[in-house]
């Protein structure tokens, strides 16, 4: 029997639509967490771009074309106008992100993890 | 708001056996209209119900997997509304696996047992 | 997502916005100008409602505009000033400070009230993510 063959069946078992729209997710929001960090973080920088975080879209596109594996994660400037500095970053709206990115990534982790469980109690007969 | 866990259905009796009946059932439950609540009943009568009542469970179990993987999807793309619906489907998803799972194994030992006597 | 957390969200931004507009007011309160050019204008914040999502439930609120107030503002004897005019007076801006100060207090309230929506909301999404956890 091909060993490869066989890696390939299993390796099927992780790579249905969902678990890649999920895992796409995942990489996606801590991207953005990151970035909103970064933003927060240059608050008082002078000339400073804020910059956001695009994949929903994207992946909501790849998954209608059935590529969700080829989902691009847009990091891009906000464009939004500066103030007095020539500092764009709009505080309320970076926490708004920030409290939302953390809720979005307990569900979808929790998510995974319960996929994870129902092949387990599969496994274990 | 309670959680719609199904009840188990009644199981079709296997030959010369009593079948077991739920009390109080509420079919009004909620629930997805993909996923069937019930494991279904079967008629009364020869093993051969057994098996399918198995195959029908199994379907149910199925569709509630399928519901939870659609509101997965919407959740990742920013579209679900009510993450509370996700959780709720992912919960019921795996009770049923694990549900499914159990009935299974104890469906092959009880048929197992039954076939190791002899006469 | 996250729909009510995104509205308290524009709560937040318009707030802030008035809040700053009247910092500048109080801020510019005894900025004088010469009678030949307008009186300094305070600010005011225009707010208009988001409209309704699909769901028929509103979604917030916007600053549609920054309208400028009185630019004849309050004549005054000021001879002594580098930019009264002949007979001595000076244009002084028409800012009633007592109420720039029950607004900033009204919106310093505002801005609280949405911020605590916030976190109302986030700890009921948190609940419902909380479901099945554990299992």
């Known amino acids: 029997m091909d060993r490869r063959s066989h890696q390939g069946e299993v390796s099927q078992l992780f790579d249905d639509i969902t678990s890649v729209a999920l895992n796409t997710a995942i990489a996606g929001l801590s991207e953005r967490q990151r970035v909103t960090t970064d933003n927060i973080a240059n608050l008082e920088t002078p000339g400073f771009q804020a910059r956001a975080v695009k994949f929903e879209g994207n992946l909501a596109d790849a998954i209608n074309g059935q590529h969700p594996e080829q989902t691009r994660v847009e990091n891009l400037e906000t464009g939004d106008l500066p103030g007095q500095n020539g500092n764009n970053v709009n505080l309320e709206t970076e926490l708004i992100t920030a409290t939302e990115t953390g809720l979005q990534q307990k569900l979808i982790t929790g998510t995974v993890t319960s996929r994870f469980g129902w092949m387990a109690s599969v496994l274990k007969g | ?119 | 997502m996250y729909d009510a957390i995104n509205t308290s969200g524009t709560g937040l931004t318009a707030y802030r916005a008035w809040i700053d507009v009247l910092a500048n007011n109080i801020a510019n309160v005894n900025t004088i100008r010469p009678t030949s050019e307008n009186a300094f204008q305070a600010s005011y914040v225009e707010a208009q409602e988001i409209g309704a999502g699909p769901d028929g439930i509103g979604r917030g609120v916007t600053v549609v505009d920054l309208p400028k107030g009185d630019p004849a503002g309050d004549l005054a004897y000021s001879p002594d000033s580098p930019l009264a005019d002949a007979e001595g007076m000076v244009r002084r801006p028409d800012i009633n400070m007592s109420q720039q100060m029950g607004d900033l207090i009204l919106a310093q309230r505002a801005f609280q009230a949405n911020a605590n929506a916030v976190e109302r909301s986030k700890a009921m999404y948190e609940a419902a993510i909380q479901i099945g956890k554990g299992m």
């Open chain 2, 1 to 119: 708001m309670s959680i719609p866990i199904a009840p188990i259905g009644s199981i079709a009796p296997l030959a010369g056996l009593g079948g077991v009946s739920p009390t109080g059932y509420d079919a009004s439950l909620g629930g997805s209209a993909a996923a069937s609540n019930v494991m279904p009943v079967g008629t009364s009568g020869t093993g051969a119900d057994f098996a399918s009542a198995l195959a029908n469970g199994f379907d149910a179990v199925q569709a509630a997997q399928t519901d939870a993987n659609q509101l997965s999807v919407q959740a990742a793309t920013g579209q679900l509304v009510d993450p509370a619906q996700l959780t709720i489907a992912t919960t019921k998803a795996q009770l049923m696996t694990q549900m499914a799972s159990a009935i299974q194994s104890k469906a092959v030992t009880a048929f197992n047992t039954i076939m190791s006597m002899q006469a």
